[in-house]
């Protein structure tokens, strides 16, 4: 019988049709005289595991007219329907198999992968939680509640059940394993545990760390704020021009945490080079010609992005105060004008403030300076802009009312002069 199902595997590997049904008859035949219920499902699970999924699935139905007691067929045809990919005829198969059946538990996992399949990750979870109740201590299970909340992005609801297989690695093979230890490192770093992160990526030996493992640490080190660690990997990487577009993004982090900020616009310019479509650089890269004083560069790396992406605020933001420190003030309207969609921020009505009082439109200019008001009462930058606003505009009531929110505002020497102009118009009105 194993000599015919190997002739059957070999005729259909060679894509010889006619001969491998001929043989696959001849298999049937055999199993119908001498085989038992065992041997039907080891052979249509050799086919199976060949890929020869429209064979398995002839045996195994044949075995359950043949065996029709045995509870095992409909858990076995759904295994064929799902290697198919017909999640939906696998559960048909898998519902027909109750409770009291003792292929139940396992009918359950099927069940899980087979909703998982179909994108329904909340009854896959279900399923794999009630076969938990029937087996608590089943690795199979674990791994299957670590790795559906895994793949769904669930990363700290993943890891508790990551730890329970950890308790015991025994009870899982070495592809489990991996993969489980592979995933669990991910799942810290992406729940905001950098720290353990490390130390399970620290403990790799780095002759076989992957290019993922170290970009991996290299992020986790930036986010931890240890930049001397993470520039002990990037620098000799650098120099030998083996960093991926990510790592040179980290690696222009770390150089502008040590102040090298033009060394850190070098490496963004080669990560623009190798993936031009990243605005987030370009951001990045303007971010640091403001800090060098070099608005005109600045200027045009946001330009672009908001060419690309016209609600992308954050850049617009930027490029209104640069456009304001160049005193480009009819630049600057244009700009806000521009502008898609309502920004609920005060940081942008405070620069509409300053935009439309520079072009001389002071009506919507104290509208900003007001909307703004509330939330910036704390910033003496915005207060004295407003102030000085408010005052060129006559609105002593205003600066009263400034000045009795913020009482501590008439000893600082920047606002003494309005305190006391308040003071004198109270006098005189007096």
Do not use: C
Request: aromatic share 12%; proline share 3%; no cysteine.
């Amino acid at each position: 019988m194993t000599e015919t199902i190997e002739t059957v595997l070999a005729l259909m590997r060679t894509g010889e049709v006619k001969k491998a049904n001929a043989a696959f008859a001849a298999l049937m035949a055999e199993l119908e005289r001498e085989g038992d219920a065992d041997t039907w499902a080891q052979n249509g699970y050799t086919l199976l595991d060949n890929g020869f999924t429209s064979y398995a699935l002839a045996l195994y139905r044949q075995a359950e007219d043949k065996f029709p007691a045995d509870e095992r067929w409909p858990l076995l045809e759904a295994e064929v329907w799902m290697a198919d990919g017909d999640f939906d005829q696998a559960l048909d198969q898998l519902l027909l198999i109750t409770e009291d059946s003792p292929y139940y538990l396992e009918a359950l996992l099927l069940q899980a992968d087979a909703y998982q399949g179909l994108f329904f990750p909340e009854m896959s979870e279900l399923k794999l939680k009630e076969a938990q109740q029937l087996a608590p201590d089943e690795p199979a299970i674990i791994l299957g509640l670590a790795e559906l909340n895994y793949h769904e992005g669930n990363f700290k609801a993943a890891l508790p059940y990551y730890r329970a297989l950890f308790d015991d690695t025994r009870r899982l093979d070495a592809t489990a394993v991996k993969i489980a230890t592979d995933h669990f490192r991910y799942a810290l770093g992406a729940s905001g545990q950098f720290e353990e992160a490390l130390q399970q990526l620290e403990a790799i030996p780095e002759a076989e760390r992957t290019q993922e493992q170290s970009e991996q640490m290299v992020l986790y080190y930036v986010e931890t704020e240890d930049f001397e660690k993470a520039n002990s990997l990037l620098e000799p990487l650098y120099d030998e021009g083996e960093l991926s577009g990510n790592l040179l993004t980290l690696y222009a982090d770390v150089l502008t945490y040590y102040h090298d900020e033009a060394g850190a616009i070098r490496v963004l310019d080669e990560a623009i080079a190798k993936d031009p479509v990243q605005l987030p650089l370009y951001e990045k890269r303007a971010q640091l010609y403001i800090a060098l004083h070099q608005d005109e560069a600045a200027t045009r790396d946001l330009k672009m992005i908001l060419a690309q992406d016209e609600e992308a605020i954050t850049a617009r933001l930027l490029l209104l105060r640069t456009l304001l420190r160049m005193d480009r003030a009819e630049e600057a309207l244009e700009v806000l004008e521009e502008t898609p969609v309502a920004i609920q921020e005060a940081e942008f009505d405070w620069l509409s403030a300053r935009t439309y009082d520079l072009n001389e439109d002071y009506e919507k200019a104290l509208e900003h300076y007001q909307a703004a008001y509330p939330e910036l009462t704390g910033d003496d930058s915005f207060m004295y802009d407003y102030l000085t606003f408010v005052h060129e505009e006559g609105r002593y009531d205003l600066i009263e009312k400034a000045f009795t929110a913020r009482n501590d505002l008439k000893d600082m020497p920047t606002f003494q002069w309005l305190y006391e102009e308040m003071l004198d118009h109270q006098s005189w009105e007096d």
